[in-house]
């Protein structure tokens, strides 16, 4: 939805109202009263419908406001075909930005609870902690041999929240999985390659070598730093 709204902002520029109220400074005075809106035809009203459509999706996605002079000059350039004052792509940007400054501002605690975490662990003895921010934490060295990002794995693993909620593992599941270093999250490329087949680390994943701002599905929500402790049994080469 998000996808298709982002494209239909950028092609249409579409114009939302915004009522603003002020506080009485010494009594209560009678707010002045709205005029009716007016529509002469289709066009008209369709128009408003598109602000309508628009508003709607922006508040779902948890925007409060726009500069709503600069919409309706983008929705005029546009209509008139003349030169805008951005490209399609830099469009596409200042638009995802936007809706990532909202998403941090929304998810703050998962962000600062996984920092202090991150933060703090990384003093705990035997933790260590990579260039990239991937912590990690030895609980069995084996001495096989050490997959490469390419090759295809065989492991067991478990994985939970800094809560301790768990959400997902192959133990319970009673089989371990079989999958491609760079097919997984970045977290995961990263740490099996520092693994020695036979070997059992933990490791302690940023929200940025994870899933990101997007989280995933109903278990794992935005910005959430992630534990796994990770098995290494076979590497089955490319």
């Known amino acids: 939805m998000k996808k298709v709204f982002i494209t239909l ?12 109220t002020k506080k009485p400074a010494v ?19 369709a128009s408003y419908a598109f602000g309508m459509s628009m508003a709607s999706s922006l508040k779902g996605s948890g925007l409060k406001s726009l500069n709503y002079d600069l919409m309706v000059k983008g929705l005029k350039d546009a209509f008139a075909g003349q030169k805008t004052a951005m490209s399609q792509e830099a469009a596409q940007t200042a638009i995802g930005n936007l809706f990532k400054t909202v998403s941090q501002a929304k998810f703050a605690t998962n962000i600062a609870e996984g920092n202090k975490f991150l933060e703090n662990n990384k003093k705990t003895p035997g ?30 693993y478990k994985g939970t929240l800094l809560s301790g909620k768990q959400f997902d593992s192959s133990y319970d599941r009673g089989e371990p999985i079989t999958l ?20 059992k680390y933990k490791f302690f994943i940023p929200y ?26 076979k590497v089955n080469g490319k």
């Not at 009594?27 to 009203?45: E, H, W, Y």
């Not at 990579?130 to 492991?155: C, E, I």
């Not at 997984?184 to 087949?197: A, C, D, S």
């Open 27 to 45: 009594k209560k005075t009678t707010p002045l009263a709205t005029a009716p809106v007016k529509f002469t035809g289709n066009a008209d009203s």
């Open 208 to 233: 940025t070598l994870a899933y990101g701002e997007r989280g995933a599905g109903p278990d794992i929500p935005p910005y959430s730093t992630l534990i796994f402790e990770i098995e290494l049994l």
């Open 127 to 156: 933790v260590k902690t990579t260039a990239s921010g991937l912590q990690y934490q030895v609980l069995t060295q084996g001495n096989g041999t050490m997959p490469k990002a390419s090759d295809s794995v065989l492991v067991h």
């Open 180 to 199: 491609t270093l760079d097919r997984v999250i970045p977290g995961w490329t990263e740490g099996m390659q520092l693994m020695q087949t036979g070997s």
């Open 9 to 20: 902002l950028i092609s249409y520029c579409g114009f939302a109202v915004h009522a603003q």
